[in-house]
């Protein structure tokens, strides 16, 4: 079965940092762009990282740039989280799509294979 699978959501106090991991299942991640979206409480889905297969093209929301870092392996594409905010409260999904292309893409609609969903609260 082809699926990922997220881990690593949680409580954190302001000022700390999170690993999140999406473990891939049935598929090689690093044949794969990926991405990392989020959506907090009454508001829409937004795309904070993405990386293209190549790993030539990295994208992060302006909101997250220096705080946070995209990366994969083999088997699991991951997102570390420093410098966490309370703004930064949302569920948090990863995905992946096996297109290739030169700059990694921004729209969810373009990727088919998705996470769960893991809650990440940061909260004193």
């Known amino acids: 079965q082809v699926q990922l699978v997220e881990s690593g959501g949680g409580l954190v106090q302001p000022g700390g940092s999170l690993r999140l991991s999406c473990a891939a299942s049935?598929?090689?991640?690093?044949?794969?762009?990926i991405a990392w979206f989020r959506q907090a409480p009454g508001k829409e889905r937004e795309q904070i990282s993405c990386?293209?297969?190549?790993?030539?093209s990295i994208f992060y929301l302006d909101s997250v740039k220096g705080r946070f870092t995209i990366s994969r392996d083999y088997a699991k594409m991951y997102l570390q989280m420093n410098s966490l905010r309370p703004e930064d409260t949302a569920v948090y999904y990863c995905?992946?799509?096996?297109?290739?292309?030169?700059?990694?893409?921004?729209?969810?609609?373009?990727?088919?294979?998705w996470g769960q969903g893991t809650q990440v609260t940061v909260s004193s």
């Open positions: 049935g598929f090689a991640l690093d044949a794969y762009a």
């Open positions: 990386m293209s297969m190549s790993e030539d």
């Open positions: 995905a992946a799509d096996e297109t290739v292309a030169p700059i990694c893409a921004r729209s969810e609609e373009f990727y088919d294979r």
